[in-house]
């Protein structure tokens, strides 16, 4: 049953990545009636319970988008990258928080079209059932945390998990495949933002070691680096540096 639930919840985020795009063409909206009456049968019943788990699985879309996708990477990588700046809150997080979003569609558009071509067109066009479906829609997910997932977190969580070592992929459970993925997600983003943070780490040493010899012990040296900073990332054209890493890192494997 949760697998079930899981795997609904995966299927539902895949459709909106596949129609979101879509949103510019003309679109007749439908006039949707909501009411509650007495299920006097089964069905009824059944009808209902099928409702509100999509109901549910619509609230905690958001939620599946960050955990499964390249978000977590990328909007960390953007913050530590104005962090290391220094610039306060220079891109704003309006910017941030939607740099981030284009960048992930961008990068999982291979996943988006494996899910529309094997289970969301084929079972719009009821040549596959349901579940069927909900199967199909998982493993281009799951094919893609697994590309960026370790191994040693992976089998961390395995092991808490107190399962025997499967014997593939597939026999991996996708709620053991989430937290793996996430933590490795974390680990690659600090990783890359260490990396980031070295060259401005340098000028904020250079900047207060002259600073010292010159006796301006009370000057900021954050308030003289922040120009040097800031000309040497246009110079080497840092944002298109730091975003053909991004999608890059991810395009090797993906």
Request: hydrophobic fraction near 55%; include cysteine.
């Amino acid at each position: 049953m949760n697998k079930n639930i899981l795997n609904k919840v995966l299927l539902t985020v895949g459709a909106i990545f596949i129609f979101a795009p879509m949103a510019h063409c003309a679109l007749s909206f439908p006039n949707i009636n909501i009411g509650m009456q007495t299920a006097n049968t089964p069905q009824d019943f059944s009808n209902g319970i099928q409702i509100l788990i999509w109901l549910t699985i619509l609230t905690v879309a958001p939620s599946i988008f960050i955990t499964t996708t390249a978000f977590i990477r990328i909007v960390i990588v953007l913050a530590l990258t104005r962090q290391a700046l220094g610039a306060g809150s220079l891109p704003p997080n309006q910017v941030l928080l939607s740099l981030a979003p284009i960048l992930t569609f961008f990068v999982m558009s291979p996943t988006i079209n494996k899910i529309n071509e094997t289970a969301l067109q084929p079972y719009m066009n009821n040549q596959i059932t349901q579940q069927a479906a909900l199967d199909r829609g998982i493993k281009p997910v799951r094919d893609f945390m697994f590309s960026q997932t370790d191994e040693k977190e992976l089998a961390l969580f395995i092991k808490m998990a107190k399962m025997e070592k499967p014997k593939n992929i597939d026999a991996v459970p996708t709620y053991v495949l989430l937290p793996s993925f996430m933590i490795s997600e974390l680990k690659t983003a600090f990783k890359i933002g260490f990396v980031i943070f070295l060259p401005f780490l340098v000028i904020d040493i250079v900047i207060s070691s002259v600073l010292v010899s010159m006796g301006m012990m009370f000057l900021p040296p954050t308030t003289i680096a922040l120009p040097f900073k800031l000309i040497m990332f246009v110079m080497v054209d840092g944002w298109y540096l730091i975003i053909k890493s991004l999608v890059e890192g991810f395009s090797v494997i993906h």
